[in-house]
């Protein structure tokens, strides 16, 4: 059996959306809550494709209000991570009905370099958008849109 692709993958909710509970001290002093959401890939992928051009969102906003949506006091970090990345790849798969997933940043604005061809790539096309970057660090690099905060798409 061949393994899934990326648009396979985006679209196999398993039991998702869910609300777990979590019990962990560490993780509920971390993060704000026990009530922690699970949203599937497509709702990223439904949001990442929402942004307009000359706009960004960071995976913190998408995180907040999907859990609100969801009434969950927050989003796991980790599987939103993973299908912020599904999201992209799954676009980069298809022939059409591509979203814009390089306007999704990650934290403070930094450029993700697990998107489909890297960081220049989602540099090259904020950069058609008209945004410029901050570049932090020497040895490991990291791109950061400037002023970023000025940029966000507003998703109430």
Not at 21 to 29: A, C, H, T
Not at 86 to 95: F, G, K, N
Request: hydrophobic share 35%.
């Amino acid at each position: 059996m061949a393994p899934k692709t990326f648009n396979e993958k985006l679209n196999d909710s398993k039991d998702m959306p869910k609300v777990i509970n979590i019990e962990d001290e560490k993780s509920i002093k971390r993060y704000g809550g026990e009530n922690m959401l699970i949203a599937p890939p497509l709702e990223y992928n439904e949001i990442m494709d929402k942004i307009p051009n000359g706009k960004v969102i960071t995976i913190s906003e998408i995180r907040e209000f999907l859990a609100k949506k969801h009434n969950a006091e927050f989003t796991c970090p980790m599987t939103a991570g993973i299908f912020i990345s599904l999201a992209a790849q799954a676009s980069e798969e298809r022939e059409d009905d591509k979203i814009p997933f390089w306007r999704t940043l990650k934290k403070d604005g930094e450029l993700n370099p697990k998107y489909p061809r890297g960081i220049e790539y989602q540099k090259e096309m904020l950069e058609k958008e008209e945004h410029s970057f901050i570049k932090k660090g020497r040895k490991n690099i990291k791109y950061f849109v400037e002023n970023y905060e000025d940029k966000l798409f507003n998703l109430e």
